[in-house]
């Protein structure tokens, strides 16, 4: 064969670097998909932050600040002001008139009592809302628009602008003429400014604002009297304050939302039938305008000589309720409308999510505190003098260890199992491996050692074939990858002294805890793990027997019908098998061993990936237990809600409270939020050291905990979400070999507390 027959047969079986990096640069559906849902939660929960005024916490910055630079006609002139050709214009009230003005709305429910009032007593009112409340409720602000009253913008967010940039001036005033559009179809020339009141709180800051917006054509309103309802003084003395002296016009300030008012609510009629009874009448901030327009005109027609035409300004005419208001054009409208669809979602979002992870929250701490009461009852039990499993177990085992390109590993297994003292024989069943592994295996020339080849099937398949050759009742599984400590065999059958227990799961070490990453690991092995095997132990329902330590009847075994290939995780379907079986699966805590845990980020990322996808196959291959009798049954209303409850749902959320703490700590109360988590860390803490003292581990590792919840728990949960996205879409994996060191070497007798 010549080369040019050579060369496309190679091009064909091997893809080309550059193919390979292409492929691996192109993001599949499924983080796409992710990525997305990720963006769009950050998004909604920044928008309701900044709907809730939360984003900054802004407030008046100072109260005390010169106002040299503000013309004497402005601080001594009327309240309402604007600007024509760049000369600063105020007008006041004309006497006898009352302009009834409500800041900080719209309120679901002080504002529909305030244009309850208002409708009843035939009145008008001016609302200045803010941008924020008319997302949240536009259907107030669609009321209120209808029933002949004038809004003005109070900005977006209540914040003072007077200490802020020209683009968030600009930004919370086109932000609220935008929700405004939205809900009411129309936009407004009126504005009032958060924190002022009367014409001399204008100072050197504020200035410049005021004159940028009348140079876009707003006049800026404030007041006479105020009323000053949100101290709640009395309805009396609200009245009192709202009262303008010897018969002068007022703009007058009430609140219609930003807290209780009900004071306001009471003293709003009552104040309307006494100005009324003194000859008071009531209009809005425009038609207060116009009248004062129309004094102003006819005093000046009144001066001029007779023949004098009047001027085009003399003889303007307008509907006063409506002079402020303009009809939105159709981008204002839309992106209006998109504003308040948006605003909807976040407002049904993030209080559905909150209240979803407070359940969460709580399920998480009660199950801390069910894992501290439970694993201390069963040490205790455990260790009484008088517990007993029944006869001690001195009869041979058969120890079975599937094998697949195992040579760092395999000798260092083989040797510790031939230093047991267990009477033992080892069936090594090698899967076709391409290593060598059967070699090194026979040529250790270990006694009771027997090597079974078989084409690559898989290790169910690897196992049930080392079941069917096992010599005794009682069998022992682990990985190829794992060493046992001299007495681990011994103390791991003399459970089935008991003639109703079926199973027994070990007590599985991280033997290479010297990195970061084992270290993590071997902190989630003595804490997530060995804890949790105690508290289900205890509740009869052990939902998996790891596979690196394990011992089973082999009767039981073949009954349930072997090692299962219809998931990828045959350790937890042979265990839930067994419960429903009958049989009974405990935990023997003295009996460890010590195996390899992946070594990389992306070796943990497969292994942890099949693991809980696996999981969910063997949770639903098994759902019908639920519903079953018998011992079966129990299983299903115990074990299986447990497992779904604290394995697969709440590490789905527990993210989201990672999320909603951060964002907590920026937005809303730094300390509070941090206090919060540092509590939580501490509650997991206390967990850990017991789970360290019952495993008589050295508290050191414990120092990376913290660095393990920031960042070791959020790749652990980002795992289970892509297992939950590839069950929900019908994905299936393959089984991912480990690539391994061969660093965990035999252990030497009580070697638990390294």
Request: proline share 5%.
């Amino acid at each position: 064969m010549n080369r040019n027959q050579v060369r496309p047969q190679r091009r064909h079986a091997t893809p080309s670097r550059i193919e390979r990096v292409r492929r691996q640069a192109v993001p599949k559906p499924r983080v796409i998909i992710a990525l997305l849902l990720l963006l769009g939660l950050v998004s909604v929960m920044l928008l309701d932050g900044y709907l809730r005024a939360e984003v900054g916490n802004d407030q008046r910055v100072r109260s005390d600040a010169s106002a040299s630079k503000v013309p004497d006609s402005v601080l001594d002139g009327g309240p309402f002001l604007s600007f024509q050709g760049g000369t600063a214009r105020t007008r006041s009230v004309p006497d006898k008139t009352i302009v009834l003005t409500f800041d900080d709305g719209p309120d679901p429910e002080w504002t529909q009592k305030v244009l309850d009032i208002l409708d009843d007593n035939d009145v008008p009112g001016t609302f200045f809302l803010v941008g924020s409340m008319i997302s949240r409720y536009p259907d107030v602000v669609r009321r209120m628009v209808d029933d002949g009253n004038e809004v003005g913008v109070h900005t977006f967010t209540h914040v003072d602008l007077s200490y802020q940039s020209a683009a968030r001036v600009t930004r919370e005033i086109a932000q609220t003429q935008l929700a405004l559009a939205g809900a009411a179809g129309i936009t407004t020339t009126l504005f009032r400014a958060p924190y002022s009141s009367t014409n001399d709180a204008i100072d050197n800051y504020s200035w410049p604002v005021y004159k940028k917006l009348g140079a876009m054509g707003y006049t800026s309103v404030f007041i006479d009297t105020d009323s000053e309802d949100w101290q709640q003084p009395g309805v009396s003395k609200i009245i009192e304050w709202a009262t303008p002296k010897s018969g002068k016009g007022a703009s007058v300030l009430f609140h219609d939302a930003g807290g209780n008012r009900a004071q306001t609510l009471e003293a709003l009629p009552r104040y309307i039938k006494k100005m009324k009874a003194k000859g008071y009448t009531f209009t809005t901030v425009s038609g207060a305008q116009q009248q004062a327009q129309g004094q102003q005109a006819q005093g000046q027609q009144a001066q001029a000589p007779q023949g004098t035409p009047a001027t085009a300004g003399d003889t303007r005419q307008s509907n006063p309720e409506q002079a402020a208001h303009r009809t939105a054009d159709t981008a204002t409208l839309w992106e209006g409308r998109a504003l308040l669809g948006a605003v909807a979602v976040a407002e049904w979002t993030v209080p559905g999510l909150a209240a979803v992870l407070a359940v969460v929250g709580v399920a998480v701490l009660g199950r801390f505190a069910m894992m501290l009461v439970l694993a201390r009852r069963h040490y205790r039990q455990r260790n009484r003098r008088r517990f007993s499993w029944g006869p001690s177990v001195t009869a041979p085992v058969s120890v079975i260890v599937p094998a697949y390109n195992e040579k760092e590993c395999i000798a260092n297994t083989l040797n510790s199992l031939a230093a047991s003292t267990h009477p033992i024989e080892i069936v090594v069943v090698d899967d076709g491996s391409t290593d060598g592994t059967a070699e090194i295996a026979e040529s250790l020339g270990l006694p009771n050692v027997r090597v079974i080849r078989q084409p690559n099937a898989g290790k169910p398949a690897a196992l049930n074939n080392g079941v069917r050759h096992a010599r005794y009742d009682i069998v022992v599984m682990m990985d190829g990858d794992t060493v046992f400590e001299p007495d681990t065999v011994q103390r791991l059958v003399q459970p089935f002294g008991d003639p109703g227990v079926g199973a027994v799961a070990g007590n599985a070490k991280v033997g290479n805890r010297s990195t970061v990453i084992g270290a993590w690991q071997h902190i989630e092995y003595v804490m997530g793990f060995n804890l949790d095997r105690r508290m289900y132990d205890l509740l009869r329902c052990m939902p998996t027997i790891p596979g690196a330590i394990g011992a089973f009847r082999r009767d039981a075994v073949l009954a349930v019908g072997g090692m299962s290939e219809d998931t990828l995780a045959e350790d937890t379907d042979i265990t839930i098998a067994l419960h429903r079986a009958g049989w009974r699966v405990v935990y023997a805590e003295h009996a460890r061993a010590w195996t390899e845990a992946p070594a990389s980020l992306g070796q943990l990322w497969r292994q942890r990936y099949r693991w809980s996808y696996g999981t969910m196959q063997a949770l639903w291959k098994h759902r019908r237990s639920v519903t079953d009798r018998g011992p079966s049954g129990r299983f299903g209303r115990v074990g299986m809600p447990l497992v779904v409850l604290f394995q697969i749902v709440t590490p789905v959320f527990a993210p989201l409270i990672d999320v909603f703490t951060v964002y907590a700590m920026i937005f809303v109360d730094f300390k509070a939020s941090l206090l919060a988590w540092l509590a939580v860390l501490l509650v997991q803490l206390v967990c850990a050291a017991y789970a360290f003292r019952l495993d008589r581990e050295r508290y050191r590792y414990l120092l990376m905990l913290p660095l393990q919840q920031i960042a070791y728990r959020q790749l652990m949960y980002l795992v289970l979400i892509h297992s939950c996205v590839t069950a929900a879409t019908g994905g299936r994996l393959r089984w991912q070999k480990l690539k391994r060191t061969g660093e965990v070497g035999s252990p030497a007798p009580g070697t638990g507390a390294r």
